[in-house]
């Protein structure tokens, strides 16, 4: 069979953030993708969901959507976060005290 290149179909619809993920994921597999649908995005917001398409080859994909599958799985179950950063508090220096009551300024009763 020989590869048409104007052969694509939909391999995923959504919002716009996770179709460039989504095509990350696949560019880094090796699997050329188009995002489609971007100036509705622009224009509308989220007022058309599912305007922001993801095409790839059709004989690649069952490849691709292995891996938005397996993409979609690492995001729910957090594999992406990054690690939280501790900062420990200091021990060398104590905490400062707290500032003393506020009063009222003097204010001269002869003026």
């Given amino acids: 069979m020989t590869r048409d290149r104007d052969d694509v179909v939909r391999a995923y619809a959504g919002p716009l953030v996770l179709v460039e993920m989504y095509q990350a994921a696949l560019k880094e597999a090796g699997i050329e993708s188009r995002v489609v649908g971007t100036e509705l ?65 003097y204010v001269n009763p002869n003026f």
């Fill in 41 to 105: 995005a622009a224009g509308f917001g989220s007022a058309l969901p599912g305007s922001v398409e993801l095409w790839v080859h059709r004989l690649d994909l069952p490849n691709a959507e292995a891996v938005i599958e397996r993409e979609a799985r690492a995001e729910v179950e957090g594999e992406h976060d990054r690690p939280r950063a501790r900062f420990p508090r200091p021990t060398d220096d104590p905490k400062p005290p707290h500032r003393p009551d506020r009063r009222e300024p």
